[in-house]
């Protein structure tokens, strides 16, 4: 039979959720020395070159998030737990990738090429039915089906990161939630796109503003 942890230490895993792309690439031959530098060759001067790594790679949107992946494949941690690490990161350094307010899709490919998928896209409540999109008139409403707060669906990042580590994960949840709880705490350099996100959907708000009460500005 064959036991599905210790290959999972080798197999490729595809994680997909809401605008994030994120390949991760792992082996148990791994070396801290080889993926502590190639989360660093997700910068736009890379990007448009082939990059190939011997014995695993992370790639995401931010290089904050792919370092953190890199660092858990380093300490032993398998492809999900990279991807794990990776998506809470990138909840952190670059919201519009990765959230842990929206939902996803987990695919998994094993050495003997059999695959496995986890959805844990949002949802409706329990309790939605079709009279919520109506407007006081009884006519349906865009704009409640939309952009108001009864069009929210149920979350299923963290649901979903939390059923793939109990099935597939071989490192502790702390450990994989620590480096996007060390981004939210320390800060990190922002780019160019973050900054002007801040600027157009939070102006006003706290969480637009650094401790000095100036506008976050990118620091490239």
């Known amino acids: 039979?064959?036991?599905?942890?210790?290959?999972?230490?080798?197999?490729?895993?595809?994680?997909?959720?809401?605008?994030?792309?994120?390949?991760?690439?792992?082996?148990?031959?791994?070396?801290?020395?080889?993926?502590?530098?190639?989360?660093?060759?997700?910068?736009?001067?890379?990007?448009?070159?082939?990059?190939?790594?011997p014995h695993g790679m992370?790639?995401?949107?931010?290089?904050?998030?792919s370092q953190a992946g890199?660092?858990?494949?380093?300490?032993?941690?398998n492809a999900v737990d990279a991807a794990i690490a990776t998506g809470f990161a990138l909840a952190v350094t670059r919201p519009?990738?990765?959230?842990?307010?929206?939902?996803?899709?987990?695919?998994?490919?094993f050495p003997d090429g059999t695959t496995t998928t986890l959805d844990?896209?949002?949802?409706?409540?329990?309790?939605?039915?079709?009279?919520?999109?109506?407007?006081d008139s009884g006519e349906y409403s865009r704009t409640k089906h939309h952009s108001s707060p009864v069009a929210v669906g149920v979350p299923g990042t963290v649901a979903g990161f939390w059923k793939a580590h109990q099935l597939y994960g071989n490192r502790d949840w702390e450990r994989l939630v620590?480096?996007?709880?060390?981004?939210?705490?320390?800060?990190?350099?922002?780019?160019?796109?973050?900054?002007?996100?801040?600027?157009?959907?939070?102006?006003?708000k706290g969480a637009a503003y650094d401790p000095n009460c100036l506008p976050h500005q990118s620091d490239r």
């Open 1 to 53: 039979m064959i036991d599905r942890r210790h290959l999972l230490r080798h197999f490729i895993a595809l994680f997909t959720y809401v605008a994030l792309f994120l390949g991760t690439f792992a082996s148990s031959a791994a070396s801290s020395t080889a993926l502590s530098s190639l989360a660093f060759q997700s910068s736009p001067q890379a990007s448009t070159h082939p990059v190939r790594a």
């Open 96 to 109: 519009s990738a990765g959230n842990i307010g929206g939902g996803g899709f987990m695919t998994v490919r």
């Open 178 to 204: 620590r480096p996007a709880v060390g981004l939210a705490r320390d800060g990190f350099e922002i780019t160019d796109d973050l900054a002007s996100s801040l600027r157009r959907f939070v102006t006003g």
């Open 70 to 77: 890199a660092d858990v494949l380093a300490a032993g941690g």
């Open 58 to 65: 992370v790639v995401s949107s931010s290089i904050h998030a």
């Open 120 to 135: 844990f896209r949002e949802k409706a409540p329990l309790a939605a039915h079709p009279e919520m999109w109506l407007d």
